[in-house]
């Protein structure tokens, strides 16, 4: 939690918040036993949250947008690749589960999808943390424009 609602480490990549300064600087501000790190970090964490709600949501919001694409430095524009593909696959992934609904391996595979994002737009969202779900997605996707006979449709 406290990585995911530092802002000033939005848009960075590990390397860079390994060599901040600041970071090690709280972490080893924290105690030695891991229960009172947690708690210390997370303490941190809701202050951060309770400072700066905007800022705060707009991070969430890059968070949702990061899980499933690369986004450039502190904006909203993806980059051309993943953008591209999402923008159509994503879109494709809803029509599909919508069309075939009623099949309840679909219900779950969009709880699946849906709560993993939801959770890391919550708290740390890369875009390789997709991966586990992005099958899922293509698959859905792909019932967007092919039915089969044996699947009822929803429609």
């Known amino acids: 939690l406290f990585h995911g609602s530092y802002l000033p480490l939005d848009n960075i990549h590990w390397q860079e918040f390994r060599e901040d300064h600041e970071v090690p600087k709280i972490i080893n501000e924290s105690h030695g036993d891991p229960n009172e790190r947690m708690n210390y970090l997370a303490a941190i964490a809701k202050r951060q949250v309770l400072e700066d709600p905007g800022g705060q949501f707009m991070r969430c919001l890059r968070k949702a947008q990061r899980f499933w694409m690369n986004v450039e430095a502190d904006s909203f524009i993806p980059h051309r690749n993943t953008g591209g593909a999402m923008a159509i696959m994503l879109p494709m992934a809803v029509v599909g589960a919508l069309?075939?609904?009623?099949?309840?391996?679909?219900?779950?595979?969009?709880?699946?999808?849906?709560?993993?994002?939801?959770?890391?737009?919550?708290?740390?969202?890369?875009?390789?943390?997709?991966?586990?779900?992005?099958?899922?997605?293509?698959?859905?996707?792909?019932?967007?424009?092919?039915?089969?006979?044996?699947?009822?449709?929803?429609?």
Not at 107 to 115: K, Y
Not at 119 to 144: D, E, Q, T
Not at 145 to 152: A, D, E, Y
């Open 99 to 155: 069309r075939i609904r009623l099949v309840p391996v679909v219900t779950w595979m969009a709880i699946w999808i849906l709560g993993l994002w939801a959770m890391h737009a919550a708290v740390f969202g890369i875009n390789r943390y997709s991966y586990p779900v992005f099958p899922l997605a293509a698959s859905l996707a792909s019932s967007a424009i092919w039915r089969s006979k044996t699947i009822p449709a929803s429609d």
